[in-house]
């Protein structure tokens, strides 16, 4: 474990060696060229004017049609997507940043309408409360809308699902990234099949907390056999309760699949905290249980300020800390957090979707100004 309080000192990840802690969280912007969810050299633009962060996780990228859950996300499992990410690498490595690319399976998080009227899949056929972005193809306009009870997936559809991520992340290393970060938060596929309340499954994907652990294991060895385990992490929400995944059993099977991955040996860890309106506290004797099974890098994300981040990093809970919406209006925002500088607002009408206005416009703080 490499503990430093400081948001300056460097650390090594895998085999790359960040100059800091300050990390860009993945942010879904919905910015993919149409047809075929294909990164561009707007994408590119955005991620090199935010180089300066210790480590960017790029949006999350659908492993498959299958994977998809929102309107204009991008993926990573065509040939026209590899080349698109190719420019967004490429614009960061010579801006001087790292960037793994985070891969991407939403389950039940998703809508018929992505899949030619087909139901959205999940471990389970569950009904739960949950909503994603979609655009009305009539009007053109982005929306909130209710997702359907998903259908169960076969178990030769979850072998294929593991080899799509296999397939995702090798695509990514094709496409210059320097890893890869396994979305298993936020109520996503990997998530789901961790949880009692969205598997029910009665078969060895389901029921004891070793078999709800199977699917983020074979995604993980899969991953990790492809890439190296270096390159390899993943994200993980323990106090998620939104979206029906509100599950009694959950820390115990977190803490059991941090024991697995300390042992696989991955690059890091990324916890999602309390960023839900109704997410309970992210505890301090957990984060102590959490640290004793995985002595690896930690990343949190969840709305941290700078004496936040100083304080976690200081008690050896993370090594790492994760912004998101700061990077939004920030792209310098690492120099801000750390020299005191001023913050600017976002415009939230322009998160989702649309082009640079709201995205690749935000300027850097003039250095006469920040003097």
Same mark, same amino acid.
């Given at each position: 474990?490499?503990?430093?309080?400081?948001?300056?000192?460097?650390?090594?990840?895998?085999?790359?060696?960040?100059?800091?802690?300050?990390?860009?969280?993945?942010?879904?912007?919905?910015?993919?060229? !149409?047809?075929?969810?294909?990164?561009?050299?707007?994408?590119?633009?955005?991620?090199?004017?935010?180089?300066?962060?210790?480590?960017?996780?790029?949006?999350?990228?659908?492993i498959s049609p299958q994977g998809?859950?929102?309107?204009?996300?991008?993926?990573?499992?065509?040939?026209?997507?590899? !080349?698109?990410?190719?420019?967004?690498?490429?614009?960061?490595? !010579?801006?001087?940043?790292?960037i793994f690319l985070q891969l991407?399976?939403?389950?039940?998080?998703?809508?018929?309408?992505?899949?030619?009227?087909?139901?959205?899949?999940?471990?389970?056929?569950?009904?739960?409360?949950?909503?994603?972005?979609?655009?009305?193809?009539?009007?053109?306009?982005?929306?909130?809308?209710?997702?359907?009870?998903?259908?169960?997936?076969?178990?030769?559809?979850?072998?294929?699902?593991?080899?799509?991520?296999?397939?995702?992340?090798?695509?990514?290393?094709?496409?210059?990234?320097?890893?890869?970060?396994?979305?298993?938060?936020?109520?996503?596929?990997?998530?789901?099949?961790?949880?009692? #309340?969205?598997?029910?499954?009665?078969?060895?994907?389901?029921? #004891?907390?070793?078999?709800?652990?199977?699917?983020?294991?074979?995604?993980?060895?899969?991953?990790?056999?492809?890439?190296?385990?270096?390159?390899?992490?993943?994200?993980?929400?323990?106090?998620?309760?939104?979206?029906?995944?509100?599950?009694?059993?959950?820390?115990?099977?977190?803490?059991?699949?941090?024991?697995?991955?300390?042992?696989?040996?991955?690059?890091?860890?990324?916890?999602?905290?309390?960023?839900?309106?109704?997410?309970?506290?992210?505890?301090?004797?957990?984060?102590?249980?959490?640290?004793?099974?995985?002595?690896?890098?930690?990343?949190?994300?969840?709305?941290?300020?700078?004496?936040?981040? !100083?304080?976690?990093?200081?008690?050896?809970?993370?090594?790492?800390?994760?912004?998101?919406?700061?990077?939004?209006?920030?792209?310098d925002f690492p120099r801000r957090?750390?020299?005191?500088?001023?913050?600017?607002?976002?415009?939230?009408?322009?998160?989702?979707?649309?082009?640079?206005?709201?995205?690749?416009?935000?300027?850097?703080?003039?250095?006469?100004?920040?003097?």
């Open positions: 474990m490499q503990t430093n309080s400081s948001l300056l000192a460097p650390l090594t990840v895998g085999e790359l060696t960040l100059p800091h802690r300050i990390v860009m969280a993945p942010m879904t912007r919905a910015r993919s060229a !149409q047809p075929g969810d294909v990164p561009t050299a707007l994408n590119a633009a955005y991620y090199a004017q935010r180089a300066s962060a210790a480590l960017i996780v790029s949006e999350a990228a659908q998809k859950g929102y309107s204009f996300t991008p993926g990573i499992y065509s040939q026209e997507q590899v !080349q698109g990410w190719r420019l967004v690498t490429a614009a960061v490595h !010579q801006a001087g940043g790292r991407w399976h939403v389950g039940r998080m998703s809508h018929p309408d992505f899949h030619d009227g087909a139901l959205p899949v999940a471990p389970s056929a569950v009904p739960f409360e949950g909503q994603i972005w979609k655009v009305d193809a009539a009007t053109g306009v982005g929306a909130m809308v209710d997702c359907p009870t998903p259908r169960e997936l076969t178990r030769a559809e979850i072998a294929a699902i593991v080899d799509d991520f296999r397939q995702g992340a090798r695509n990514a290393i094709a496409a210059g990234f320097d890893g890869v970060e396994i979305h298993g938060a936020n109520g996503y596929l990997v998530d789901q099949f961790l949880r009692t #309340t969205s598997n029910h499954r009665d078969d060895e994907y389901g029921g #004891t907390r070793e078999n709800r652990l199977r699917f983020l294991k074979e995604v993980v060895d899969a991953v990790a056999g492809e890439v190296g385990a270096h390159r390899t992490a993943i994200r993980l929400a323990p106090f998620l309760t939104a979206r029906g995944m509100d599950c009694p059993d959950i820390l115990p099977t977190i803490l059991d699949a941090a024991a697995f991955l300390q042992t696989r040996g991955i690059a890091y860890l990324h916890l999602v905290e309390a960023d839900w309106d109704d997410a309970p506290e992210f505890t301090e004797t957990f984060r102590q249980q959490l640290r004793g099974r995985f002595a690896r890098p930690i990343i949190v994300a969840g709305n941290y300020d700078k004496a936040r981040a !100083q304080w976690v990093l200081g008690h050896g809970y993370a090594d790492l800390v994760a912004f998101g919406r700061p990077f939004v209006a920030n792209p957090l750390t020299e005191d500088l001023p913050l600017a607002d976002f415009d939230g009408a322009t998160l989702f979707g649309g082009t640079a206005r709201g995205y690749s416009d935000y300027p850097a703080l003039p250095v006469a100004a920040a003097a």
